[in-house]
């Protein structure tokens, strides 16, 4: 993928990045305020919401509601958050949650009971190339098999799905093969691997930042912006976490005068600012963008997802139907309205078949590592160097890029399956191009793909 370099002093890993949406708007007493004078029904009508402004409001009633809480999740086509209580729970909180402005729907399933079945299945079930979430939508658990999983193994999962009972889970197959998306070639290069940087940040010492995926933290500890260059980064050891509570790992710039802007280079010249970090939701639409694949759009499906990898279990990801692909470890998700998601861990399938993408929640991630998004604080500026001085990758290989099937598998990290071949790399045409955007109101372009021969992939190493 073809990508403009900042001189080193200057060089800056992008990170994903939109324009801000301002979701700190306090949800619950601006829907109290629009109630006074109004009518009963009217104040109970489920109000019209963005995406990251429904995530806000289900935090809120979360806290409200308590053991009558089993989930939420956002209706896109109508704009509207809906929030699952438990059957025949009437009582005046949740009047009070309907007043807020959400569409309460009545289930059979609680949160507890959902986690408790989600443990049998931790305990009995945890076999490689299998998954499972909670969904919101079917207030079920569902589990996803990858096409590893056949025999014996298919019948241990499918006996422990039903020990749940009726209605508890579902399960599904999936045609790909659950791996992450580590790879040789282009973007950020560890020895022979090739991953993608997320979001920049200011870490707890001051010093200028980056996050990606921990299985590429633990797989090499130096990483550099061209392919065989010097390295401008170096893994903060601590913090890389995989397999385990996550998939994350913080890298520092060797150069602490680097200028590290919260942005992501789209295509075309043109980036989209990262206003701050939230929690995903399900039902929301969200953007990835990596260094294989260039820019990708899809849904949120679950949260709290466990993934059976190869290389062990990971838990607390986000999961998706976004398509990805080796080398794409590590880049941004985030939304049109500015809100940095998550880091990409690793999935099934491919971008020409589709598949299923599991993501490193940005704010847990964030957390763990004492570092804050963009340059010093949560509200990162766009970054003026985006775009960078002076142009680079542009022998590194062509849309050829990748490791394979064996990358992300049982034999991911910096082996010879993940290196980083002739063709493999950074070259004109595999990325998001001048077509890939963001949406019509960002100015980043109108149409999502991997178009052709644009500036294109995260503002300096992706």
């Known amino acids: 993928m073809s990508h403009k370099r900042i001189p080193k002093r200057k060089a800056a890993i992008a990170a994903g990045s939109v324009v801000a ?18 009518s009963d029904d009217a104040a109970a009508a489920p109000k019209t919401l963005k995406a990251g402004d429904a995530s ?19 209706d896109g086509d109508s704009q509207q958050l809906v929030v699952n209580v438990i059957s025949g729970d009437e009582n005046n909180v949740i009047v009070q949650a309907k007043k807020a402005g959400a569409k309460i729907r009545e289930v059979d399933n609680s949160l507890s009971e959902l986690s408790a079945g989600a443990q049998t299945l931790k305990t009995e079930a945890t076999i490689p190339g299998t998954s499972w979430a909670v969904d919101p939508r079917t207030n079920k658990i569902l589990v996803t098999a990858d096409s590893t999983v056949t025999g014996a193994k298919w019948d241990r999962l499918e006996s422990t799905v039903e020990t749940l009972g009726s209605g508890m889970a579902t399960i599904k197959k999936s045609a790909g093969t659950f791996k992450t998306f580590l790879s040789g070639g282009d973007a950020i290069f560890g020895g022979g691997a090739r991953c993608s940087a997320g979001f920049n940040v200011t870490a707890g010492d001051g010093s200028p ?35 385990g509570d996550g998939d994350f790992a913080l890298v520092k710039y060797d150069d602490p005068a680097t200028e590290a802007p919260s942005d992501v280079n789209v295509g075309g010249g043109q980036t989209v600012a990262i206003s701050q970090a939230a929690d995903a939701t399900v039902g929301q639409e969200v953007f990835r963008m990596g260094s294989t694949t260039g820019l990708a759009d899809g849904q949120v499906l679950g949260l709290d997802a466990t993934v059976n990898y190869p290389e062990g279990t990971v838990t607390g990801l986000i999961q998706t139907n976004v398509c990805a692909e080796p080398g794409d470890s590590g880049g941004s998700m985030f939304t049109q309205d500015g809100l940095a998601l998550g880091l990409t861990s690793g999935g099934s399938g491919d971008c020409t078949v589709g598949g299923e993408t599991f993501f490193q929640p940005v704010t847990t991630a964030l957390e763990a590592v004492g570092a804050t998004l963009g340059e010093g604080g949560a509200a990162g500026g766009a970054g003026d160097q985006a775009g960078g001085e002076e142009a680079g990758g542009e022998e590194a290989g062509g849309a050829g890029a990748g490791a394979g099937d064996q990358a992300g598998g049982e034999e991911a990290g910096a082996g010879e399956e993940a290196g980083a071949g002739e063709e493999a790399g950074a070259g004109e045409e595999a990325g998001a191009g001048e077509e890939a955007g963001v949406g019509e109101d960002t100015g980043v372009g109108q149409e999502t793909g991997t178009g052709a021969e644009g500036e294109s992939g995260l503002n300096h190493t992706n």
Not at 21 to 38: F, K, R, V, Y
Not at 211 to 219: N, S, W, Y
Not at 224 to 241: F, R, Y
């Open 56 to 74: 806000d409001l289900a935090s809120q009633l979360q806290n409200l509601l308590g053991d009558a809480f089993a989930g939420s999740y956002y």
């Open 209 to 243: 930042a980056f996050l990606t995926a921990g299985h590429c933290g633990v797989a090499e500890a130096a990483w550099s912006d061209t392919e065989g260059g010097e390295p401008i980064a170096t893994v903060d050891a601590a913090t890389a976490t995989f397999p």
């Open 21 to 38: 949406l301002g979701a700190a708007a306090i949800l619950l007493p601006n829907a109290n305020a629009s109630q006074d004078g109004g």
